[in-house]
């Protein structure tokens, strides 16, 4: 499947992006879903994860009641919603694609995922 992330751009600190990554899989309900980010010199993160039946999430600490992903299967499209957004946020945000039989598991190690997006950028600025 090819994932393909767009929605990134600088915005000052406070301010809200939203982030899509569309897929090229029709079957795109029978993937897991998540979202990763990658800061300069640092490691890529966890940032947050969807179920296939959207009814189970996982954020990492740093982003909960701050951000949001959801999915729309019939657009084949996974959002990740980011208000509040601080100068740590900075980084490439990646999503990401798990075929599983699961439907309400969801994935938030990077050696979980089969598939990734390109990458967007997003620069909060002070």
């Known amino acids: 499947v090819q994932l393909q992330a767009s929605g990134g751009g600088l915005v000052q600190a406070g301010g809200s992006l939203r982030l899509s990554c569309a897929a090229s899989?029709?079957?795109?309900?029978?993937?897991?879903l998540g979202w990763f980010r990658q800061a300069p010199g640092k490691e890529r993160e966890f940032v947050a994860a969807?179920?296939?039946?959207?009814?189970?999430?996982k954020y990492v600490d740093s982003v909960k009641d701050r951000f949001t992903i959801s999915r729309d299967n019939a657009k084949s499209t996974v959002y990740l919603q980011m208000n509040s957004l601080k100068p740590e946020d900075t980084a490439v945000y990646y999503c990401?694609?798990?075929?599983?039989?699961?439907?309400?598991?969801?994935?938030?190690?990077?050696?979980?995922?089969?598939?990734w997006g390109q990458g967007t950028q997003v620069t909060v600025s002070s």
């Open positions: 969807i179920s296939r039946n959207a009814g189970n999430f």
């Open positions: 990401a694609a798990k075929k599983t039989s699961s439907v309400t598991y969801y994935f938030y190690a990077k050696y979980h995922y089969d598939y």
């Open positions: 899989e029709r079957t795109f309900s029978s993937y897991a």
